[in-house]
């Protein structure tokens, strides 16, 4: 599968973006899709996952209930709302995915990425 992530830019703090990441493929109802992001200078860290039924979801802790993971497998699209962005939340956003169900939220876990797309919050 081939991801394709869009809807980055700059937004100031407080402010919301939505990204989306385009799956190529036939099979993209069953693969667990997910995000990543990486600020400069460190390591590739989770941001959020759910499964291919679209039921069930995971986030990590700094971004619960500010960040929705959400797909339309009709369309081939996971997205990634985002709100009430933070300066902290400045980062190269990356979608993955990975056949059948999610199988842990460490990067290592996830087969297929996306090229990413820079998301700046200015304080």
């Known amino acids: 599968v081939q991801l394709q992530a869009s809807g980055g830019g700059l937004v100031q703090a407080g402010g919301s973006l939505r990204l989306s990441c385009a799956a190529s493929g036939r099979t993209f109802s069953s693969y667990a899709m997910g995000w990543f992001r990486q600020a400069p200078g460190k390591e590739r860290e989770f941001v959020a996952a759910?499964?291919?039924?679209?039921?069930?979801?995971y986030y990590a802790d700094f971004v619960k209930g500010r960040f929705t993971i959400s797909r339309d497998n009709a369309k081939n699209t996971v997205y990634l709302q985002m709100s009430s962005l933070k300066h902290e939340d400045t980062a190269v956003y990356y979608c993955?995915?990975?056949?059948?169900?999610?199988?842990?939220?460490?990067?290592?876990?996830?087969?297929?990425w996306g090229q990413g797309t820079l998301v700046t919050v200015s304080s």
């Open positions: 759910i499964e291919w039924s679209g039921s069930i979801t």
């Open positions: 993955a995915a990975d056949p059948g169900v999610v199988k842990g939220l460490d990067k290592l876990n996830w087969d297929y």
